[in-house]
Nanobody, 122 residues
């Protein structure tokens, strides 16, 4: 059974930082692309970042480039999202996702976590 468990969300002031973690189990971590998405009420889920299985390539939505960094630890089977210079517009529920892929896809994810809330106050 595949499980993706996010942690690290919370309340932070604008300009602050948070690091999200997503622990994966039940899949072959070295063969899956991992992604982060976010969603606010009434809006569709939005792609944020992705990393390919070997960690050698990443992909970001323009609005988070130079502020967010996705990384992965193949020993811990964990993917991270370091978020710096946070803005109120970054407030959302953040989800991690996985799919068997050699690339850095923005769509087509198979497995999803339950999400963690990030709130950025102004």
């Amino acid at each position: 059974q595949v499980k993706l468990v996010e942690s690290g969300g919370g309340l932070v002031q604008a300009g602050g930082s948070l690091r999200l973690s997503c622990a994966a189990s039940g899949l072959t971590f070295s063969r899956v692309a991992m992604g982060w998405f976010r969603q606010t009420p009434g809006k569709e889920r939005e792609f944020v970042a992705a990393i390919r299985p070997d960690g050698g390539r990443t992909n970001y939505v323009d609005s988070v480039k130079d502020r967010f960094t996705i990384s992965r630890d193949i020993v811990q089977n964990t993917v991270y999202l370091q978020m710096n210079s946070l803005k109120p517009a970054d407030t959302a529920v953040y989800y991690c996702a996985a799919q068997y892929s050699l690339g850095v896809p923005r769509t087509g994810y198979t497995y999803w976590g339950q999400g963690t809330q990030v709130t950025v106050s102004s």
